[in-house]
């Protein structure tokens, strides 16, 4: 059955390869971001590539003014939203507690939490209007498993597990599904070059061992929104099989390749 979906964070990573493996399923699409030129070209390219209705949507999740308005601006065949894929969110700087940015915690606790909150009320408020939804909260395994410098991240990512099952027992009542994907480390993403800012020495983490690429997350996002109406996945939590934690990774060499 075809859905109308809404992706944040569609413009690169695991959220784009959402996108790509949904919009292959005929599922119809509203992607969101901040950068409107990259959006718009990945938007072009699923239009030409699919049978998908694709809309974009540019606005910064952190600021609740924009996603009201952005959400609001919806054309009538995009209002009625039967999943919310949580995705945006980011991880700034690696650094131990008393040495880490003022700037980067903020931007942290605003995306990953705050604004997973903000799209979270606003759709929230029409999925119980139409008794009818599901929210899918991509976490992380920083959201159950600390490590070293991880301090910040790593909460905003226990806030959004804490959020995941919180959420659930506010809306199940209202016919609403809350499921939540915790990768591990996840290539083919922007993730770690924004890390650590651009500095492509420090973001070259996966040469040495064969991670999770996003399309993995794609194809758990696709299995998940397919259960049947009465079957909630609750907690997804998937790594790469040379990585058993957080800090146990077998840097050996890449393999299953
Ligand atoms: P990317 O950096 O490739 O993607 C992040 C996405 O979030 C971009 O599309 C970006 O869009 C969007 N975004 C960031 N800030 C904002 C904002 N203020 N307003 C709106 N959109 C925003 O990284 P990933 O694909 O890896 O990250 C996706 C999610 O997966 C994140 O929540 C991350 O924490 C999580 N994750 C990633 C893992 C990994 O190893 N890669 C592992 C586990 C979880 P734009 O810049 O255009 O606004
Ligand atoms: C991303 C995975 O281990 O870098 O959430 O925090 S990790």
Not at 79 to 87: E, G, K
Request: aromatic share 6%.
């Amino acid at each position: 059955m075809t859905k109308t979906i809404l992706i944040s964070g569609a413009s690169s990573g695991i959220g784009l390869a959402i996108a790509n493996k949904l919009a292959q399923c005929h599922h119809n699409l509203i992607l969101c971001g901040r950068r409107a030129e990259l959006l718009k070209k990945h938007a072009d390219n699923l239009r030409l590539n699919s049978t998908s209705k694709i809309h974009e949507l540019n606005f910064d999740i952190r600021n609740y003014n924009e996603c009201e308005k952005a959400i609001h601006s919806l054309p009538d065949d995009f209002t009625n939203i039967d999943v919310l894929i949580n995705n945006a969110g980011l991880a700034l700087g690696l650094d131990f507690i008393q040495d880490g940015k003022l700037e980067d915690w903020e931007t942290m606790i605003d995306t990953n939490i705050k604004g997973l909150l903000y799209i979270t009320r606003i759709i929230s408020q029409k999925m119980i209007a139409n008794k009818n939804g599901h929210i899918i909260n991509i976490g992380s395994t920083a959201g159950k498993e600390t490590y070293p410098k991880g301090n910040v991240y790593c909460a905003t990512k226990f806030a959004v597990d804490a959020l995941s099952k919180s959420i659930r027992q506010d809306l199940y009542l209202h016919n609403i599904r809350v499921s939540q994907v915790c990768p591990g480390h996840v290539e083919e993403t922007e993730f770690a070059i924004n890390r650590f800012d651009g500095d492509k020495t420090k973001a070259n983490i996966y040469s040495d061992f064969n991670p999770l690429k996003a399309k993995d997350i794609a194809d758990i996002i696709d299995f998940i929104i397919s259960c049947p109406p009465h079957v909630t996945i609750q907690d997804i939590v998937v790594a790469g099989t040379q990585q058993a934690s957080a800090t146990l990774i077998d840097r050996s060499g890449r393999r299953f390749d």
